[in-house]
């Protein structure tokens, strides 16, 4: 079977054959639970065989396996499929007879083609399709020339690829990569090698190869991760948010430690808590005993004074303020602070003079990520020698950064895995559960997997910001909006890592709300800092997940108070034609124009994040508590589609990503204590619940002149105001606030 992970299974290879529920049963039973070694890529990949590597991503079997290592990690988005079709259509070999493999970070810059990079922004197919292609055509033309020395024939005109194998087609003799490619590796790399043109790959539904293992249950997470001599730590944290730790507590009978862990640099907990202990590792010999005794353990803990306003209720008074006050930007980046991300013309007299004047509150709460992995990490640290980390990571470059930090190893003795991630949605590419980890190797000098458990993985999160955003508008002589004024209040993402904001502000608080290509007339758009304390993080589509519901809201009530139809309305105020395409593609797929099915309605949404636009419309049906969803059409053109499938998955897993957000999904916080711990709490779509969702793809020529969009977090931002503009249909009733049904369970 190919693989797509770089670990090697050490226990009995009949393991891999099992069944599913024979595979957990047996591993189960094993008294030493499941180990994995991780050795050269080569051994790994190959065994006995003989390989050469080409070079940093490409290996060579002497059997003419062909190995590829891809630096995105997998969270189940598919881009390493995605990157390695692209090199497999300039190779010229078929995906299903490839090994796919992680690659290993690097300190270089920029990054290795192969070496690992940090998985984020909807980024991978976007920012590495073409270097990919690159990298690939200039590995086969190596080959190809090592081959004409061995053919004795050097006119390039004469060879062709079939599969791997190059024949010169004058005399019919044959080369395979595996017989050239030690020679080929002592080649200089062409820089201008020519793109495969008659394209087999890039564009068809090509099979995945890591969902039949995720299926089968060999896939190997970093919680599965068992190494020798490994013990097991769970993290508590202080309950309060910038509590920190008085005393020590008393290792309780049956641990093997307490250990004290520091909030350190370059993990994002917020520079105002660098060197905070804000939490214990409870170590034992089992899973099941750390958690135990962490859980009965009662450690003192210092309160921050400020944690009586840390509240909900107050986050969202303060932000309802700050929405018509707030102090210009003057090279200060403090809480308060109005930021201009866009001014044109005089809004504010343009809709003093409109004939009709809208004025829209907007508020969206935190979000947890609610990953169905919990954080994890598994450290093997001999002092003075070498660490090696095992983690489900979006970022294994600054693992690797970090990790030299804090052992003081150089780079060359520290080994960074980057192991399936059983969701990542922006949460992993944070560090602060692997300094943990790291921290609590080094204190007990033994190799230890670090674990959060549920609650706390829920109760200290780094969320997605709440946000107040105002919207005010006015409509003049033909329905047009003469004047437009935005203003979205939240707390900053970058301003908690460090980063100094300049006069436009924090970008992942106002993606999606600027130049937007509806025909304002004079328009602003400005961003206030938000105070909040409260850690926040990248979330699935971050900002645009917050400005695309207030946005498409507001477009839908200006189109309600213009007595338009809110898809003509779109259609008559938009000016950019892909917006136009994206929008129509959606509308025609649903039926737009004819009536909906009695007691159902639709509502319809547009936007654009990470190069790429969307819209969809969502249908809905008055249930006992609130909205029942029952189908979905989502359009997008992300410029380049390299696998229909893959784009297809992600935006039905976006829609249902954006549909438990929008129903459901909030944090509330007291005294500093967020109060949803679990998924009880955090109620979720039940398979029974979920809708028919349609994907319309927009695919456009693949070549260079046009523009690659993301894909993987383009489901999310344009649910929820779909959502609410076809509830408004079906009820009158405007939902302004986020989650539409509060305060949800599971038992609902």
Not at 452 to 464: A, I, L, T
Request: hydrophobic content about 45%; charged content about 15%.
């Amino acid at each position: 079977m190919n693989t797509h992970t770089p670990q090697s299974v050490a226990t009995s290879e009949t393991l891999s054959k099992l069944s599913r529920r024979d595979f957990l049963s047996t591993t189960a039973a094993m008294t030493g639970g499941l180990f994995i070694g991780y050795g050269l890529l080569a051994n790994d990949v190959h065994g006995a065989v003989s390989t050469t590597q080409v070079n940093l991503w490409l290996n060579v079997g002497s059997d003419n396996s062909i190995t590829f290592s891809v630096g995105t990690a997998d969270m189940g988005q598919g881009s390493a499929q995605g990157l390695a079709a692209a090199l497999c259509e300039e190779l010229m070999v078929d995906p299903a007879n490839v090994k796919i493999v992680t690659g290993k970070p690097s300190l270089a810059v920029p990054a290795p083609i192969g070496a690992s990079i940090n998985t984020a922004g909807s980024g991978m197919i976007k920012n590495y399709f073409w270097r990919t292609r690159d990298a690939g055509a200039a590995a086969r033309e190596m080959l190809i020339s090592a081959a004409m020395t061995a053919m004795g024939d050097s006119n390039r005109d004469n060879y062709v690829v079939q599969n791997g194998v190059i024949i010169n087609t004058s005399n019919a003799q044959r080369r395979t990569y595996g017989d050239v490619a030690a020679s080929a590796a002592t080649l200089p790399v062409p820089t201008n090698a020519t793109l495969v043109s008659n394209l087999v790959y890039i564009g068809q539904r090509v099979k995945r190869q890591d969902i039949p293992l995720k299926v089968d249950g060999s896939a190997v997470y970093g919680i599965d991760v068992r190494i020798p001599n490994m013990v097991y730590a769970v993290i508590k944290h202080s309950p309060t948010f910038g509590g920190v730790l008085a005393t020590t507590p008393a290792r309780p009978r049956g641990a093997i430690a307490v250990v004290p862990t520091q909030v350190v640099a370059g993990t994002a907990r917020g520079s105002n808590a660098l060197g905070n202990v804000n939490a214990l590792a409870v170590v034992a010999e089992t899973t099941w005993d750390a958690m135990r005794l962490s859980k009965a353990i009662k450690p003192n803990w210092t309160i921050p004074a400020n944690a009586s306003v840390l509240n909900t209720a107050q986050f969202k008074k303060d932000a309802r303020t700050l929405l018509r006050s707030g102090t210009p930007y003057t090279g200060l980046n403090v809480p308060g602070t109005v930021y201009t991300v866009e001014t044109f013309g005089t809004p504010q007299s343009a809709i003093a003079t409109s004939t009709k004047k809208l004025d829209l509150t907007y508020t969206l709460p935190y979000l947890s990520h609610a990953c169905m992995e919990v954080l994890n990490c598994t450290v093997n640290y001999v002092a003075g020698v070498s660490c090696e980390v095992w983690a489900p990571t979006q970022a294994a470059k600054n693992v690797l950064t970090l990790v030299a930090t804090l052992t003081g190893l150089s780079v060359d003795r520290v080994t960074v895995n980057t192991t399936f991630l059983g969701g990542g949605l922006g949460r992993k590419i944070e560090l602060d559960f692997i300094s943990q980890a790291v921290q609590v190797a080094m204190a007990i000098n033994r190799p230890v997997k670090l674990m959060w458990s549920r609650e706390e993985d829920f109760r200290h999160d780094m969320y997605r910001p709440m946000a107040a955003v105002r919207v005010q508008a006015g409509l003049g002589a033909g329905s047009v909006i003469n004047g437009w004024m935005y203003r979205n209040v939240s707390p900053s993402l970058l301003g908690q890592r460090g980063v100094t904001l300049t006069a436009k502000g924090d970008s992942q608080a106002y993606e999606a709300s600027q130049d937007l290509p509806y025909n304002f007339g004079a328009r602003s758009t400005e961003w206030v800092m938000h105070g909040s304390p409260i850690p926040v993080g990248f979330w699935r589509s971050v900002g645009a997940s917050i400005n695309t519901f207030a946005v498409e809201s507001a477009i839908d009530e200006a189109a309600n108070a213009a007595g338009f139809e809110p898809y003509l309305y779109r259609r008559m105020l938009l000016s950019d034609p892909r917006w136009i395409a994206v929008l129509e593609a959606a509308a025609n797929a649903s039926g737009w124009t004819s009536a909906a099915p009695a007691g159902k309605a639709k509502g319809i949404a547009i936007g654009a994040a990470f190069n790429s636009i969307c819209a969809q419309v969502v249908e809905v049906k008055k249930g006992a508590k609130g909205p029942i969803v029952t189908r979905v059409w989502i359009a997008i053109d992300c410029g380049i589609c390299v696998n229909p499938d893959q784009v297809e998955a992600q935006l039905m897993g976006g829609v249902i990503h954006g549909m438990n957000a929008a129903l459901y999904g909030q944090q509330v916080f007291s005294n500093g204590v967020a109060q949803a711990d679990n998924f009880n709490h955090n109620r979720v779509t039940l398979l029974h619940e979920a809708p028919e969702v349609k994907v319309i793809i927009i695919a456009g020529a693949i070549d260079r002149s046009r523009a690659i969009g993301g894909v993987g977090e383009l489901g999310v931002p344009t649910f929820a105001p779909a959502l609410a503009n076809a509830w408004f249909k079906l009820t009158k009733t405007r939902v302004r606030d986020l989650p539409f049904l509060p305060g949800s369970t599971m038992s609902d």
